[in-house]
């Protein structure tokens, strides 16, 4: 009986309880999820399982995976890389990086997920894959495990291609898991700014700088997949994370965010039960 009550107990201690309000902000955008981060639950969504290009948020499973090449110890922040040839022949924003540069992982960390520098990303992958081909299969072969069924990734760096889709859910799932494996990196995610060889970038998530509770994660934006963010915001013992894809402009896009975080807040709570 004790161990019986045991295990309920430890069950129970993982649930969460929610306050249901019945009317969700006005969303205009082609997909969108808020969740409650500590659950995983879905608290307002439209268009969640959509499948739409990603963008830069495609950055959030190549950021996971070398992740846990840090934690592997196959890579170090302080690990110097040599700039290959093939990471200066993509479009998409740049480090101005040369070829046979070194840079430490730290920086092309940051200008990846900053800048969402192609160059830098590049740089990495193939400094721990040899080849984005390569990189891509991890990716997708972690996208399975992880159960994001309806994404498919074909490049690291969210360019259009082709075939490279994800859904609002999937990708707050994907959020949801980086700040639960690897808070001891979520700093990147809540940089303004920062400089390499004397040029300041700044990140474009400029809900940095209006709420304070905001820290992170990324946003993204090319020519099919509009402007979309993945945001997370912490108020008291209160998390969330919005997605949003495929909004017609930056100010939208950062109000949608803001909107869902709000009413994230405002209209529910989250509560450990025991």
């Known amino acids: 009986m004790n161990r019986i009550r045991l295990v309920i107990s430890l069950c129970l201690s993982f649930l969460s309880l929610t306050v249901w309000a019945n009317t969700a902000p006005n969303i205009q955008a082609r997909a969108w999820v808020l969740i409650d981060q500590p659950s995983g639950r879905i608290l307002a969504s439209g268009n969640p399982d959509v499948q739409l290009p990603p963008a830069s948020l ?32 993509h479009d998409g924003p740049t480090l ?3 070829a046979g540069e070194f840079v430490t992982v730290e920086t092309l960390l940051e200008g990846m997920l900053v800048h969402s520098a192609s160059d830098a990303t590049l740089t990495l992958i193939e400094a721990v894959a040899r080849s984005e081909t390569a990189f891509v299969a991890r990716m997708n072969t972690e996208a399975r495990r992880l159960g994001m069924t309806r994404t498919r990734f074909t490049n ?119």
């Open 58 to 89: 495609t950055n959030l499973m190549t950021a996971y995976l070398l992740f846990t090449d840090l934690r592997n110890n196959r890579l170090t922040l302080d690990k110097v890389l040599p700039v290959p040839m093939s990471a200066l022949r």
């Open 96 to 98: 101005f990086l040369s």
């Open 156 to 274: 690291v760096t969210g360019l259009d291609q082709s075939g490279h889709v994800s859904t609002a859910r999937d990708l707050a799932m994907l959020a949801r898991t980086l700040r639960q494996e690897f808070p001891q990196y979520r700093h990147f995610f809540m940089k303004k700014e920062f400089s390499h060889k004397g040029i300041h970038f700044y990140n474009p998530n400029r809900l940095l700088w209006m709420d304070s509770s905001v820290d992170g994660l990324k946003t993204g934006r090319t020519p099919k997949a509009g402007f979309c963010i993945a945001a997370s915001a912490t108020r008291g013992d209160q998390r969330r994370i919005a997605v949003v894809l495929g909004a017609y402009t930056d100010t939208r896009r950062v109000q949608y965010a803001q909107s869902l975080l709000n009413y994230g807040f405002e209209y529910f709570d989250g509560a450990r039960l025991y």
